[in-house]
């Protein structure tokens, strides 16, 4: 027999109005680098950041900052996280999965520039590889508001 395909999990309007709050307000560097919240499903998440004077790491060029990527890598790995945990916990209440964040962090962050993001705007987009007891392993992509892929990044999370 061969592996059985994930159900879909619809997640509740009040669980995805938590994580917004947590992902988009209470973490403030996130709000800092304004990275709103596009599609939070159990297995994808996508979101958008917007290009300011601030995030600029070239002059010349007028590109993102190689840190401002990376930090927006980490933070969409996290936010698959968030999502697949919460997947895995609809028996219980929105409050009660939201308050399984708590212990969520970074472990290893790889990242690989592929070209330089210059542009208005950007899309990443970040998916879970592995939900384990302990640790968390997903794949991110930073993109270019034609959807090409501008970065790739790959990370693991300590969950517990």
Known sequence: MGPRAPQAVVFEPEFIAGIKDIFEDKI?????????????????????IAMRPDLVGHYAYNRMHGGVISAG??????????????????????????LRFAK???????????RPAIGAAFGLRAQV??????????????????GEILATGAAAYIVS
């Open 28 to 48: 403030v560097f996130n709000k800092l680098l304004g990275i709103t919240i596009e599609r939070l499903e159990s297995d994808c998440v996508t979101a958008r």
């Open 129 to 146: 590889l592995r939900l384990g007891s302990r640790v968390a392993s997903t794949r991110m992509e930073f993109l270019s508001a034609e």
């Open 73 to 98: 890598l980490d933070s969409m790995g996290g936010l698959a996280v968030m999502a697949a945990i919460g997947a895995r916990h609809m028996d219980e209440t929105p409050l009660q999965r939201l």
């Open 104 to 114: 969520l962090g970074t472990i290893d962050l790889r990242v690989d520039y592929l």
